[in-house]
């Protein structure tokens, strides 16, 4: 398993590096001069090119970016033009935020898609098949932030049931925290539900046709026994494996949801940081977004192993 | 001799099945049902007997629908449903175009990497997987404010973030494919490089990259909607169903209707391309029956 985890390991380096290189000369294709807008009012030539050469802009470009990916190794991604933060101060303080919300969209999903497909594979071709596909295809198609500001109209200003921004922190009063993320969290899982709710159907199809599965028929075991006890079992390794994938996504999906419910996580941070051209915050986000889909791409591989004994056995 | 002569007989075409199987498709009806009115509306907008969407009207403020303003107006008096039309125009111009740009990069890269292997194979699929780690609203973001603010940059910010999927399509239905007969034969007598892949193996993997590509234009028009409803896609006064519902998200108690249509038409689209996308699949893809 060891080695297993350091090959997984190993090939994700140079993919992250090749993210790095990305965003670094993404910021380099920039129209304008950065110096300009670090220098504010002052335009004296002399004091921009002051400020050039203090920055090393005047260093080869391969200079700076061995600067720059060196810094970032040891944690210092750049201090954000807006607030004078370092930027990794700046994303620790987001991301509980984010992390929190996408938590919860995820149990949502989960509750919903994994059950209705299942549900689904069940009723295969009959009524409830069509319509869980039906209401899947409808989750898959509804722009989550319209479906947010749809909530907010109906929930917040005309039921007036659950507030329609803000946020507080579970550490300061749990109820309230929950109350003011559930909708926002609800609107994130829609498309990881419908993504749950097909894959758990297509992964409970397969297995039902198993001829182990026709043999626990046959041996007259109860219908729901054989449902849950034995090919759920087998089907929810895709679906596991899937699910930390999807974590992913829905980091990259809160950045709607965190703008329209005006929610401080880690997706208001980089759309606040692309208004004021902080791109510091925006390469550093960018950075860490990515380094954090390639480490749930390891997890997702790690738990496939774990999971399935076949896999496990021939390490 | 004419190499035409010597190359082996590619395999027979059927485009009329897929063409019987796609018109019997319910999905792929639906769909385009729902997408040609929406695309012909879009493409008339300026022949149209309808109001000038850029018009304003200080005395049609936030008006609910009505038998002169069918959708109503916005907050400074313009006919939302001429803005609807011409957003249309946005929505679907911006997901056509960007999915040709994801297309136009990516099957190309695709087609090199899985058909020469090697240090090609290594480099394009290394360059694949890093742009895969940045998800696609995160990378489409940062590129389109980099690249400014604009419908333009906006679809070559989602083009350029729906490439490395089209790459790794490519890339996986060319293994399949070049290990055939006719691509060995075809080989065997000659041909170069260009006309394998171009006569050969191209035309043979063309039906999945049609339904991804589909799929993808689906994506594509919410990702045009999320990036214009920041406000890095269409610039005002243009309209574009992402930045009428940026603007109506202020005005829910004065103008609830004015969020609703925006969002019912961004969703009709594209249940639209996703019901094309799965028809289409069901016709071309044998496997998928």
Known sequence: ?315 | MSSAVQSPALPKKQPSRAWRSLRRNPSAIIGALIILPIALLAILAPLLPIADPNATSWTAIRLAPNAQYWMGTDEIGRDIFSRMIWGARASLLAGTISVAIALVTGVPLGLLAGYFGGWVDMVISRITEALLAMPFLIMAIALAAFLGPSLTNAMIAIGLSAMPIIIRLTRGQVLAVKAEDYVEGARAVGLNHFEIMSRYILPNIVPPIIVQAALTIATAIIAEASLSFLGLGQQAPAPSWGSMLNTAKNFLSQAPTYALFPGLAIFLVVVGFNLLGDGLRDALDPREH
């Open chain 1, 1 to 315: 398993m060891h080695i297993f985890l350091a090959k997984r390991l190993l090939v994700a380096i140079p993919t992250l590096l090749l993210v790095s290189v990305f965003v670094f000369f993404l910021q380099k294709l920039l129209p304008g001069d950065p110096v300009l807008a670090l220098a504010g009012e002052e335009r004296d030539p002399a004091t921009l090119e002051a400020i050039r050469e203090q920055l090393g802009f005047n260093d080869p470009l391969i200079v700076q970016y061995l600067r720059w990916i060196g810094a970032a190794l040891t944690g210092d991604l750049g201090t954000s033009l807006r607030t004078g933060q370092p930027v990794l101060e700046l994303i620790g303080q987001k991301l509980p935020v984010t992390l929190q919300l996408a938590t919860m969209a995820l149990g949502i999903a989960f509750l919903f898609g994994v059950p209705a497909g299942i549900y689904a594979a069940v009723r295969k071709r009959r009524a409830g098949d069509y319509t869980a596909n039906f209401i899947a295809l409808t989750l898959l198609s509804v722009p989550n932030f319209w479906l947010g500001i749809m909530l907010i109209l109906l929930v917040s200003v005309n039921l007036n049931w659950l507030p329609a921004s803000g946020y507080v922190s579970p550490l300061e009063n749990f109820a309230l925290s929950m109350k003011t993320m559930i909708m926002p969290a609800l609107v994130l899982a829609t498309g990881l539900a419908a993504t749950l709710l097909r894959h758990t159907r297509s992964s409970m199809m397969g297995v039902l046709k198993s001829d182990y599965i026709r043999t626990a028929r046959a041996k007259g075991l109860a219908g729901r026994n054989v449902v849950l006890g034995h090919a759920f079992r087998n089907a929810v390794l895709p679906i596991i494996t899937l699910t930390a994938l999807l974590f992913g996504e829905l980091l990259a999906g809160a950045v709607l949801t965190e703008q329209i419910f005006t929610i401080p996580g880690f997706g208001k941070l980089i759309v606040d940081a692309v208004f004021t051209r902080d791109y510091a915050v925006v390469q550093g986000v960018v950075l860490c977004t990515a380094a954090g889909f390639i480490l749930l791409n390891i997890i997702a591989d790690v738990l496939y192993v774990l999971l399935n004994p076949r896999l496990r056995a021939q390490l």
